[in-house]
C-alpha cells in the first residue's frame, strides 16, 4: 500500500539480556486492520506499547505519518488512541465524567456530552453514566476503556486484547464497531485471541519469538 500511516522498520526491542522484539517491520495503512495472534509472551503487548509510542525501539524505528514517534510527539497524543489496560481510569470520577474530561482534552468541545452519551449507549454503559468504577464489574471496567478510546478523536487504534472479560455478544459488537471504524478510515493494530475479531482483520500475523508470521487475511 502506498499510503502508509505507521510504519516500523527493523524494530527490536531488549530488556537487559532478554530480547523480545527482533527485526519486526510491518506497515498500516488508514483504513486496515491488522490483528496480532500468538502465545501469552510472545511480544505481541511489547510491539504494541512500541507501535503506539509508549516505549522506544532499542533498534530500529517507527514512523507515524513519516515523523518518528514516540510518547512525546504530539500524534502520540492527538492521533492514536489506545486500550491497553482496564486501570487507566479515575477512581473519583464517575463513568461519564471520566469520558467527559478525555472528550474535552481532545477538543471535542460543543460535541463533547452527544459523544459522550453515544458512546455510552453503544457499549451499554448508559445506565452506569454516574457509577464511580469502583462500582462496574470486570467487563464493563473493559468497556469503559474501550468508550475512552473510540470517543475521542483518532487515526490509529492501538488495542491489546480488548476482548477481555467481555462476553461473547460484545465481542461481536466490539468487532462490528472496528469493521465500522476501519471502514471510515481509522488504522486498528490489536492483539487478540478470539477469531470474531480475526475475521473483520485485512492481515494477519503471528508473533512467534518477537518476530512476525505473516498466517493471511482475516475477511
Given at each position: 500500500m502506498d499510503d502508509v500511516l505507521l510504519r516500523?522498520?527493523?524494530?527490536?526491542?531488549?530488556?537487559?539480556?532478554?530480547?523480545?522484539?527482533?527485526?519486526?517491520?510491518l506497515d498500516l495503512a488508514p483504513g486496515e486492520i491488522v490483528v496480532l495472534r500468538g502465545d501469552n509472551g510472545s511480544g505481541k503487548s511489547t510491539l504494541l506499547r512500541v507501535a503506539c509510542g509508549r516505549e522506544r525501539p532499542t533498534t530500529g524505528s517507527?514512523?507515524?505519518?513519516?515523523?518518528?514517534l514516540d510518547e512525546d510527539a504530539p500524534a502520540a497524543r492527538?492521533?492514536?488512541?489506545?486500550v491497553m489496560d482496564t486501570g487507566a481510569h479515575y477512581p473519583d470520577l464517575t463513568v461519564?465524567?471520566?469520558?467527559?474530561?478525555?472528550?474535552?482534552?481532545?477538543?471535542?468541545?460543543?460535541?463533547?456530552?452527544?459523544?459522550?452519551?453515544?458512546?455510552?449507549?453503544?457499549?451499554?454503559?448508559?445506565?452506569?453514566?454516574?457509577?464511580?468504577?469502583s462500582a462496574l464489574s470486570s467487563g464493563q471496567l473493559q468497556a469503559l476503556a474501550l468508550?475512552?478510546?473510540?470517543?475521542?478523536?483518532?487515526?490509529?487504534?492501538?488495542l491489546d486484547e480488548p476482548e477481555q472479560r467481555l462476553d461473547r455478544h460484545a465481542r461481536q459488537e466490539l468487532a462490528d464497531r472496528l469493521a465500522a471504524h476501519r471502514d471510515r478510515g481509522t488504522a486498528v493494530l490489536l492483539a487478540t485471541h478470539h477469531d470474531a475479531l480475526s475475521a473483520v482483520a485485512d492481515?494477519?500475523?503471528?508473533?512467534?519469538?518477537?518476530?512476525?508470521?505473516?498466517?493471511g487475511a482475516g475477511r
Open positions: 516500523l522498520a527493523g524494530v527490536g526491542r531488549t530488556y537487559g539480556d532478554r530480547e523480545v522484539l527482533r527485526s519486526v517491520t517507527v514512523l507515524f505519518g513519516g515523523e518518528p492527538t492521533r492514536i488512541a489506545t461519564h465524567e471520566h469520558l467527559m474530561l478525555v472528550a474535552l482534552a481532545h477538543g471535542l468541545g460543543a460535541g463533547a456530552v452527544g459523544a459522550v452519551d453515544a458512546v455510552l449507549d453503544e457499549h451499554r454503559l448508559a445506565g452506569h453514566a454516574d457509577a464511580l468504577p468508550c475512552a478510546a473510540f470517543v475521542r478523536p483518532h487515526d490509529l487504534l492501538v492481515r494477519v500475523f503471528t508473533v512467534v519469538g518477537g518476530t512476525l508470521d505473516a498466517t
